[in-house]
């Protein structure tokens, strides 16, 4: 099954310096195979991914948000290893597979 892009009425823009966040694959991600389970050492870029899901999810208006996003055009898939680590860090709730991996993360306190 493919999973559907979901469109944000926003840019991707990169953190400079650092690996991205949000990354140009389609790959699914099984919730299984998320190994991270310690807040991670990069401290600024997941910070930064944390800020994405807060904005996202106020866009959407919505606590769950999907993996695969359309950033006006660009379609970028969630990096696993910063699921992990929001995970890890109690920002999202632990995903769960669907018919195709995960295909949303939930927020696990709501966005003011």
Same mark, same amino acid.
């Not at 699921?83 to 991996?101: R, W, Y």
């Given at each position: 099954?493919?999973?559907?892009?979901?469109?944000?009425?926003?840019?991707?823009?990169?953190?400079? =310096?650092?690996?991205?966040? /949000?990354?140009?694959?389609?790959?699914?991600?099984?919730?299984? $195979?998320?190994?991270?389970?310690?807040?991670?050492?990069?401290?600024?870029?997941?910070?930064?991914?944390?800020?994405?899901?807060?904005?996202?999810?106020?866009?959407?208006?919505?606590?769950?948000?999907?993996? /695969?996003?359309? /950033?006006?055009?660009?379609?970028?898939?969630?990096?696993? =290893?910063?699921?992990?680590?929001?995970?890890?860090?109690?920002?999202?709730?632990?995903?769960?597979? =669907?018919?195709? =991996?995960? $295909?949303?993360?939930?927020?696990?306190?709501?966005?003011?």
């Amino acid at each position: 099954m493919m999973h559907e892009w979901m469109a944000v009425p926003m840019d991707y823009e990169p953190l400079s =310096g650092h690996s991205d966040v /949000f990354v140009k694959a389609a790959s699914p991600i099984d919730a299984d $195979s998320i190994g991270k389970t310690t807040p991670a050492p990069t401290t600024a870029r997941q910070a930064y991914f944390h800020d994405y899901l807060k904005r996202i999810s106020w866009h959407l208006g919505t606590q769950s948000i999907p993996v /695969f996003l359309d /950033f006006n055009g660009e379609r970028r898939r969630m990096d696993k =290893g910063c699921i992990g680590h929001a995970v890890a860090a109690g920002v999202l709730k632990p995903p769960i597979n =669907g018919s195709d =991996g995960i $295909s949303h993360v939930e927020l696990a306190q709501s966005v003011t």
